[in-house]
């Protein structure tokens, strides 16, 4: 889990503080804002120390944190060159190199942390000898547990044969959805605990029927009938049923984070309602969440469900202007925080509906 990120001159960020909450957290903007780039950032971040600081075939030195974090930017942003993910900045009408700066700091303490740096004209070579990132500072001997991250898109439906492709050859695909891959074709656990018993079921009736991974391809169970490829399942219950095999495989488990981008995508308001109690179950088992949406109706069922529930949700607003950095404000109060570009649509969108039915009556 990650307790604070601080970015300078990352992509669209200047100089970005994020102080995440141990529970739910919410990042809303508009397009472009950088609401995915935080998700990959973070998840980047996380993801590198939990094979290091795990794996004992790895050194906790800074020359493995510099090429896990090196290859993980790569794989997961694609840029052509890796200095391009560092933020340009204008000196006297021109642009100048500059310097990426982050620092990330784990929930396990003031020395859990990584600082590194990334110049932008660095670049990495192909033999991975001369490495773009120099880490000054990284956490030793904390173990960390791997995260998931969720796409926007879902990938049930391209699962089948991912992860040896990767392996064998050089895909034109981001390194997100193979990561997924991995973690969707771990075992079901033989023993659940119940707060996983308690989101399976209800995840499963929602969807009408169970899934199952059989010879490495999922299908769908219905209560009555034949089984049914995974394909032929609409994209909302496969995004749902994503959740479920995360579950039953313990891959989302207490003290881990999940990132989340866009849960809304293809799914109706109906099962948004449920989407949003799922998370507040989660976040009540002990996993981090970490979300990006755009969703006003999820934004609102989370915070009725917190208050219910009296669970702890920090939201993050993300806002640019064209060709300006984007600024970051935090609130742990969704109705305390300004700019809310979805809210702000969908009054103004009631606004005119309401116009047009009292033009009809008046009529």
Do not use: C
């Amino acid at each position: 889990m990650l307790k604070r990120l601080h970015i300078r001159n990352f992509t669209v960020f200047e100089d970005a503080e994020f102080e995440l909450s141990e529970g739910l957290n919410v990042v809303v903007g508009t397009n472009g804002s950088g609401k995915t780039h935080l998700l990959k950032l973070a998840y980047t971040i996380e993801s590198v120390g939990a094979k290091i600081l795990n794996d004992e075939w790895l050194v906790q030195d800074a020359h493995n944190w510099a090429n896990g974090l090196s290859r993980g930017l790569m794989g997961r942003f694609r840029p052509e060159s890796i200095g391009r993910l560092v933020r340009a900045q204008a000196k006297n009408g021109r642009k100048r190199n500059s310097l990426a700066v982050i620092e990330a700091e784990f929930l396990k303490g003031n020395q859990a942390a990584v600082e590194f740096k990334l110049a932008a004209n660095a670049q990495l070579t192909p033999d991975h000898r001369k490495l773009p990132i120099t880490v000054s500072k990284f956490p030793k001997g904390n173990e960390l547990i791997m995260p998931v991250l969720m796409p926007a898109k879902e990938m049930l439906a391209m699962f089948t044969g991912l992860t040896s492709l990767a392996r064998e050859r050089a895909i034109s695909i981001d390194q997100t959805y193979v990561d997924l891959a991995e973690h969707l074709e771990a075992p079901a656990k033989n023993k659940l605990d119940a707060y996983a018993k308690k989101a399976i079921a209800s995840l499963e009736h929602i969807m009408g029927g169970k899934i199952l991974l059989e010879n490495g391809r999922f299908y769908f169970y219905p209560p009555k009938g034949e089984r049914q490829a995974i394909d032929m399942v609409a994209e909302g219950f496969r995004k749902l049923a994503t959740i479920v095999q995360l579950l039953s495989n313990g891959r989302l488990s207490p003290n881990n984070t999940l990132y989340w981008d866009e849960p809304e995508a293809n799914l109706n308001p109906a099962l948004l309602r449920e989407v949003a109690a799922l998370l507040v179950t989660l976040v009540q088992a002990g996993i981090q969440v970490v979300l990006a949406t755009h969703s006003l109706f999820l934004l609102k069922e989370i915070h009725i469900l917190a208050y219910k529930k009296k669970a702890s949700v920090r939201y993050f607003g993300l806002s640019a202007e064209t060709g300006e950095a984007t600024s970051v404000t935090m609130s742990d109060n969704l109705e305390l925080l300004p700019d809310i570009v979805a809210l702000d649509a969908e009054l103004a969108q009631t606004d005119r509906f309401q116009e047009v039915l009292d033009r009809k009556h008046a009529e």
